[in-house]
């Protein structure tokens, strides 16, 4: 099969990579030159701007963006979905908000697929876990793709119509929150609790048959090993947050009640602020109520 490749960043180079392993032909584009070159290193046929991925192809188109979520992938579409007929395809395998998924399938004419992909780049080499949503027909016929780009036949799966793909994923990050906050707690209770204990040996020992066994369980032995069991000079500051907040979004829409990923996502963003009013006031308050002593900053 053919397949274009726009977005040649962290998750479109493993793209254009396992594609290419698997015996299928490349053609990519990113706005970003090294990105370019990498691609091209790895054996894709390189062009210089979005219509002319759409050129290079012959029909029936298949496009692959993995571009950032929002905005990029807008204005990707707006510049290639001119060059492509109704027969042809665009699959998103970025972390796009589901509602625009469903919004851009009904609005472009070519077949929109919404790709949830998990794994990262760190999963490069296992291959992904992609979660799809669209036109049954669509998926079977990129079946090879997802093959190549998945761990395998069992790593891909049409969760639904457009937009499943992308709730799925959001989903799964929401759990992906939790999770992390979970390992979090429990690892700060083992580090300042009462033993003196090593946590990488503990990770260690849980990754090797505990039920709290997992990849995050490894990364987390990975990040002891390589930091120390203090974490070094890791920064107290959570990046990121968007699909965690939709996931609660949705939660409250659907009045189905998420309490633990909405806490994991309201210590990200608590991680970000300085001295919180909140938490000063409290501390008033015990002066005013108890005579508590008040502590200054
Ligand atoms: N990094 C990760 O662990 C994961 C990322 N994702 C999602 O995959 C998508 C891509 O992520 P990454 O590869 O990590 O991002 P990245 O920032 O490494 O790469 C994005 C690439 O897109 C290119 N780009 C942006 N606008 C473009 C345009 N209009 N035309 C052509 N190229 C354009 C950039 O130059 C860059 O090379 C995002 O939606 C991200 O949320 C999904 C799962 C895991
Ligand atoms: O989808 C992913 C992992 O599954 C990406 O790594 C994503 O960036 C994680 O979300 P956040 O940036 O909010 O932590």
Redesign the pocket.
Not at 6 to 12: A, E, N
Not at 93 to 96: I, L, Q, V
Not at 117 to 121: A, Q
């Given at each position: 099969m053919e397949l274009g490749v726009?977005?040649?960043?962290?998750?479109?180079q493993i793209v254009v990579d396992r594609v290419l392993d698997a015996g299928h032909d490349v053609v990519a584009?990113?706005?970003?030159e090294v990105?370019r070159a990498s691609a091209a290193e790895m054996g894709a046929e390189t062009v210089d701007s979005?219509p002319a991925v759409a050129e290079s192809l012959s029909p029936t188109r298949h496009v692959w963006l993995?571009?950032?979520?929002g905005d990029?992938v807008d204005?990707?579409l707006a510049e290639l979905t001119p060059h492509l007929d109704a027969d042809d395809v665009v699959i998103d395998?970025?972390?796009?908000n589901f509602k625009d998924s469903v919004d851009r399938a009904e609005r472009i004419e070519p077949t929109y697929l919404d790709c949830g992909?998990?794994?990262?780049?760190a999963g490069a080499e296992l291959g992904f876990s992609l979660m799809v949503g669209g036109e049954k027909g669509a998926y079977d016929d990129l079946e090879p793709v997802f093959d190549a780009v998945a761990t395998g036949p069992e790593g891909h799966e049409l969760m639904g119509p457009s937009g499943a793909g992308h709730y799925v994923k959001m989903v799964h990050n929401g759990i992906e929150y939790a999770l992390m906050q979970a390992y979090g707690e429990g690892f700060e209770l083992l580090a300042e609790g009462r033993y003196d204990l090593d946590l990488e040996d503990i990770a260690r020992t849980w990754t090797n048959g505990a039920v709290v066994r997992s990849w995050l369980l490894e990364l987390a032995e990975e990040s002891f090993r390589e930091e120390g069991s203090d974490l070094g000079d890791v920064a107290d500051h959570v990046a990121g947050g968007s699909t965690g907040t939709w996931t609660v979004q949705e939660s409250l829409e659907q009045e189905v009640p998420l309490p633990l990923i909405y806490q994991a996502l309201a210590e990200r963003f608590n991680s970000r602020s300085g001295p919180r009013l909140s938490r000063r006031l409290a501390n008033r308050l015990r002066y005013g109520f108890g005579r508590h002593e008040i502590k200054r900053q």
């Open positions: 726009i977005g040649l960043g962290r998750m479109g584009f990113d706005i970003d990105a979005i993995m571009v950032p979520a990029p204005a990707a395998g970025g972390n796009s992909t998990s794994g990262g780049p």
